[in-house]
């Protein structure tokens, strides 16, 4: 069963300002988070984006938007065969459960300017095991 679906977009321009700010992106992303893309050169701030949409559209998919949620708590990764995934640590798991959930479904896409997240959060007995 389908609890929620969270979907945002983010401006690159956003996060490049950011990166201009002493520990901002520390705040808000999860040190895995950022070695990761840091690691992909020019394309970095893109890829911060795109995560960073990824934390938002988690927050909408349950219902209760970022509030009392530590961004760093919601790690944003892709696993071995380049899929994004979300990982949950602390509060953020803790939303994620008192909404009932049982798995997230995340897609990112970018180009240029603009990073999109799509989150999908199941629940109830009917969630199929990946």
Known sequence: MIIGVGLDVVHVNRLIHWQGIPGLLERYFHPEEL???MSRGSSAMLSLA??????EAF???????LSGITLKNILVLN???GKPCMQLFGNALEAFERAGGK???????HERDNALA????????????E
């Open 35 to 37: 070695a990761a893309a």
């Open 50 to 55: 795109a995560r960073f949409a990824a934390k």
């Open 59 to 65: 927050g909408k998919s349950i219902g209760t938007g």
């Open 79 to 81: 696993n071995h065969n």
């Open 103 to 109: 798995a997230i479904h995340l897609s990112l896409t």
């Open 118 to 129: 799509m989150v999908v959060v199941e629940g109830g007995d009917d969630v199929r095991e």
